[in-house]
């Protein structure tokens, strides 16, 4: 009778363990992380499908996929995605996600590194991702010059 009862104990503590994980779990993967800006408090948001998408700053949404990334080795990904959506950095200074194998052939950049709370690109340009106020509202840019809140992100796990 105690190790019927023990086991159904034991079980009862694991489905309450997954349970208790959250949705944060259920779509991140294993080192995912939401990027929020220091200047605005938005949460960069991107786009689950490999077409081209311009990456947007909406309140930080734990539940929403399309804000959670990741990194694979110099790339920030979408990280519900497989490393088939990524974050990159075209001529004209935008900030998008499209499909990884896409930015090459587009003449674009995914190469990212991470200098603290801040994202640069380091791959050609050397600019910095911020977020600045447009017309559509909160949009994703790369720029160079590290100067301002704007280009400053925090890691939210």
Not at 22 to 36: I, N, P, V, Y
Not at 57 to 74: E, H, I, T
Not at 124 to 135: E, F, I, P, Q, R
């Amino acid at each position: 009778m105690k190790r019927r009862l023990s086991a159904a104990l034991l079980a009862g503590s694991a489905l309450a363990g997954s349970l208790m994980m959250g949705s944060t779990s259920a779509h991140a993967g294993t080192g995912a992380f939401m990027l929020k800006n220091a200047a605005t408090g938005l949460c960069l948001q991107g786009s689950l499908s490999q077409s081209t998408y311009e990456t947007r700053g909406v309140p930080c949404n734990r539940g929403d996929a399309s804000q959670w990334w990741g990194n694979y080795k110099s790339q920030i990904i979408m990280a519900n995605t497989s490393i088939s959506v990524c974050l990159v950095s075209t001529p004209s200074w935008s900030a998008l996600t499209t499909g990884c194998s896409d930015a090459a052939g587009s003449g674009w950049s995914n190469s990212w590194a991470t200098s603290g709370d801040t994202n640069t690109l380091v791959a050609g340009k050397n600019c910095y991702l911020g977020m600045g106020s447009a017309g559509a509202g909160n949009i994703g840019y790369c720029l160079p010059g590290q100067g301002d809140a704007y280009k400053r992100w925090t890691k939210v796990y």
